[in-house]
């Protein structure tokens, strides 16, 4: 049964696009030496990973791409992606910040995917799966723009597990009955959770603890020994 009357506010999405802009800019911002990247660079990463997740949400429902609907969208990104540059250094002092602006974020593209899924007709697992893939989408495509190892940067700390928790609570919770809007409100509220807790705790799944293991012992073979 699909619902058709379900619109994300504008204002949600653009609350969700600008935090996601000041996370990717300030993620951006930190590089140094080879990827440090300029002020349009900056901005560019920023819109990336605000813009991201609506975008491979929208082509995944094959739906209108509703941040190409508004001159909203991009103004919120480029605007957002400036402040983050502007105030890395003030936001790296408060890593504490940072951490939740990431958790929040997963957590609203995530809720806005699978709530937008199930309310076109989408069947719970391929929602679920749309509202994942939103989540993680914008730092998916962060990482790919700047080269970075995506599957080390997602699987760690459980940043997609937590997404993938929060969507599966909010397509039971409407299969239960409860309206979106409150489905979606326990989704960003379970995966932000998770996604702290993870960090907080150092908590990870046991195939990114053995990355990083031979990442490190793949480093430390590299430094040369000095023999007196």
Same mark, same amino acid.
């Given at each position: +049964? &699909?619902?058709?009357?379900?619109? %994300? ?30 002020? #349009?660079?900056?901005? *560019? ?5 605000? +813009? /991201? ?14 941040? !190409?609907?508004?001159?909203?969208? #991009? *103004? ?5 992606? #400036? ?14 910040? *940072? ?18 899924? #199930? ?13 994942? =893939?939103?989540?993680?989408?914008? /730092? ?5 723009? !700047?080269?970075?190892?995506?599957? %080390? !940067?997602?699987? /760690? ?9 929060? =969507? ?8 239960? /009955? ?8 326990? =989704?960003?509220?379970? &995966? ?32 040369? %020994?000095?023999?007196?």
């Amino acid at each position: +049964m &699909t619902e058709p009357l379900f619109v %994300i506010p504008l204002w949600a999405d653009l609350v969700a696009v600008g935090l996601g802009g000041v996370q990717g800019a300030l993620f951006a911002s930190g590089f140094l030496g080879q990827r440090r990247l300029d002020l #349009l660079g900056v901005t *560019i990463i920023g819109i990336v990973m605000g +813009m /991201g997740g609506g975008l491979i949400r929208d082509l995944l429902l094959n739906v209108e791409l509703a941040t !190409m609907q508004s001159n909203w969208y #991009l *103004i919120t990104a480029t605007a957002a992606s #400036l402040m983050g540059m502007l105030l890395a250094n003030l936001f790296q002092r408060l890593n504490a910040v *940072i951490v939740a602006l990431d958790a929040l974020v997963i957590g609203l593209f995530g809720a806005f995917g699978t709530a937008k899924a #199930l309310a076109i007709g989408l069947p719970p697992v391929p929602a679920v799966f749309v509202g994942v =893939c939103a989540a993680v989408g914008g /730092g998916i495509l962060r990482d790919v723009f !700047m080269g970075l190892p995506v599957a %080390i !940067m997602h699987v /760690g700390s459980l940043y997609a597990v937590a997404a993938g928790v929060g =969507c599966v609570v909010l397509a039971v919770a409407h299969a239960l /009955g409860a309206p979106l809007v409150v489905a979606a409100v326990a =989704c960003v509220i379970v &995966t932000t959770v998770i996604r702290l807790l993870a960090v907080i705790f150092d908590i990870s799944l046991p195939e990114q603890r053995a990355l990083h293991r031979r990442k490190v012992a793949l480093e430390t073979s590299a430094i040369p %020994i000095i023999k007196p």
